[in-house]
């Protein structure tokens, strides 16, 4: 009777700008390292994205796989815990989120709060109940393979070069950390500010090949700021012909890599979700001024 329909009235739908709100607010931590926790959640959304398969149709943020085994032990997923339990507290405020869509959020709060462009984005990922879509280990890119294994990675997820290279933008924010991926350090000396110094850093400076101590690991670093490094993938591309082309286009300009970022970023975070077509469409107000 009347109420059972107070009662679902009572459930009124999640405001996710307040959401947005709620993740931008847990950003900073001068303890965790450059002083954001953003670069660790951007890698999250994209790790959680880039398992699809357009092929098969598998993979992709809906379900949110990575919650479980094997997924979570995927050795490209090293670290991603720390992401995926700092976000808790705001699916504990939110309980009605589904962990897919408060991951690929999170990456559009970090994005957008670092510096970067407002990203489209929208609701729509249902949880998996277990383990049983996880994704087979292999399908996110080895970073000490070539051009070549680049693109068929992201191919396989439908990219193009063009897309492939708007993405690695991504690599502005955060740092290479060695007990996570053996490699170690940022790509330029502002890891926390979303901005196009990725590709003036990989087309301009001189890049010469160094061995991680404590991993083993070979890297490329900046001769005149041993600090900061390129992975092996990364000279490759650059050593591309069709790739270092939209290297070039990007490192002159900003303008055009943050509008091209905001439309790769949401198709990647977009790929496999079974949308309805109602969904509303958030371009979310950045807290900063
Ligand atoms: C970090 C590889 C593409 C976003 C890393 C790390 C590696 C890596 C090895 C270091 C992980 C660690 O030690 O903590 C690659 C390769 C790519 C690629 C080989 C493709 C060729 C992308 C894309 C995005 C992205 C497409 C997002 C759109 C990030 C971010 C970090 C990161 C933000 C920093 C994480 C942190 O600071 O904790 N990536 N990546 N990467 N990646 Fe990528």
């Known amino acids: 009777g009347a109420k059972t329909t107070e009662k679902s009235l009572d459930k009124k739908p999640i405001d996710y700008q307040e959401v947005y709100n709620a ?37 992709g943020s809906n379900g949110a796989t990575m919650r479980f085994d094997p997924e979570a032990l995927h050795g490209a ?18 309980p009605e989120i589904s962990y897919g869509d408060l991951w690929t959020l999170a990456g559009v709060c970090a994005v957008q709060e670092l510096g970067g ?6 609701p729509g990922r249902q949880d998996a109940l ?88 070979s890297q490329f670093v900046d001769k005149n700021n041993p600090e900061v490094m390129m992975l092996p993938a990364e000279i490759a591309m650059k050593n591309d012909k069709e790739f270092s082309k939209h290297i070039n286009t990007y490192a002159n300009s900003e303008e055009k890599f943050f509008e091209d970022f905001s439309k790769v970023f949401n198709k990647l975070l977009e790929l496999g979700v079974p949308f309805q077509g109602n969904e509303r469409v958030y371009h979310f107000k950045p807290t900063t001024a």
């Not at 996110?140 to 070539?146: E, I, K």
Request: net charge neutral; charged share 30%; aromatic share 10%.
């Open 23 to 59: 993740i931008a607010d847990i950003l900073e931590d001068n303890d965790y390292d450059d002083g954001s926790i953003g670069p660790v959640l951007v890698r999250l959304a994209w790790h959680a994205s880039g398992t699809y398969d357009d092929v098969t149709k598998t993979g």
């Open 77 to 94: 997923n090293n670290g991603l815990a720390i992401a995926r339990e700092r976000l808790m507290p705001i699916k504990q405020k939110f």
């Open 117 to 122: 462009p407002t990203i489209p984005w929208r």
């Open 130 to 217: 277990d383990g049983k879509s996880c994704t087979p280990d292999g399908r996110l890119p080895d970073a000490t393979q070539g051009e070549r294994h680049v693109r068929d990675v992201f191919y396989r997820m439908g990219f193009n070069d063009q897309e492939i290279v708007a993405l690695a933008g991504a690599h502005s924010l955060g740092r290479c950390h060695p007990d996570r991926s053996g490699f170690e350090g940022p790509w330029q000396e502002a890891p926390t500010l979303f901005t196009n110094e990725y590709y003036k850093a990989l087309r301009d400076r001189k890049w010469i090949k160094k061995t991680v101590k404590d991993s083993g690991a």
